[in-house]
């Protein structure tokens, strides 16, 4: 059906920059919001940033100024430029997209899909 790749996780020392990737492919039709949540261990997850199909962004407050979201529509992408990286800023982070795609039968299906994580590591 719908696949989200993630890439982009690693390790950075505190004040580094990273950037994540993820890409969207399958049967689609069309995708609406995309975002990015992360879960630190012993956390629920968090959203960190969500962009919509009209570029419309919002932030966790802890992200502010340091994070930028943005979109490929044409290549059913959404990246996460992380800087000024904090330790507090380790964790699993999660692609997430609601993705309008068609079924087997023809009709289409509208759906929230994660991507697997990417590992940020942010130490000394």
């Known amino acids: 059906q719908v696949q989200l790749v993630e890439s982009g996780g690693g390790l950075v020392q505190p004040g580094g920059s990273l950037r994540l990737s993820c890409t969207a492919s399958?049967?689609?039709?069309?995708?609406?919001?995309m975002g990015w949540y992360r879960q630190a261990p012993g956390k629920q997850r968090e959203l960190v940033g969500r962009?919509?199909?009209?570029?419309?962004?919002n932030y966790a407050d802890s992200v502010k100024g340091r994070f930028t979201i943005s979109r490929d529509y044409t290549n059913n992408a959404v990246y996460l430029q992380m800087n000024s990286l904090k330790p507090e800023d380790t964790a699993v982070y999660y692609c997430?997209?609601?993705?309008?795609?068609?079924?087997?039968?023809?009709?289409?299906?509208?759906?929230?899909?994660w991507g697997q994580g990417t590992q940020v590591t942010v130490s000394s």
């Open positions: 399958g049967s689609i039709v069309s995708i609406y919001a």
């Open positions: 997430y997209a609601d993705i309008m795609f068609r079924l087997s039968s023809g009709s289409s299906h509208i759906q929230g899909f």
């Open positions: 962009i919509t199909s009209s570029s419309s962004t």
